[in-house]
């Protein structure tokens, strides 16, 4: 259950661009809100994934699967912003 927890999470992290200021000013909070269980240590360990690199892969998502990125600029045919 656990890492069923883990991985919906770092899903959000990446589609959902409310979700994922929420988390990084409070993780135990933005994942109780949405319903996800996390151990201290996972959340310790998600937290610690740098928000750069979430926000970049969150980038290259197909707009079909991710909520839309409304702050962050477009991606490029060459996969650059």
């Not at 990084?24 to 909070?29: E, I």
């Not at 998600?46 to 197909?62: G, N």
């Amino acid at each position: 259950m656990s890492q069923q927890a883990v991985e919906r999470t770092l899903g959000k992290l990446v589609t959902d661009p409310i979700f994922r200021d929420g988390f990084y000013k409070d993780p135990a909070g933005a994942s109780t809100s949405i319903g996800l269980e996390l151990s201290g240590e996972e959340l310790r360990a998600l937290s610690r994934l740098p928000l750069t690199a979430i926000s970049r892969f969150s980038l290259f998502l197909d707009d079909r699967i991710a909520h839309p990125q409304m702050d962050e600029p477009a991606v490029s045919e060459e996969g650059l912003p």
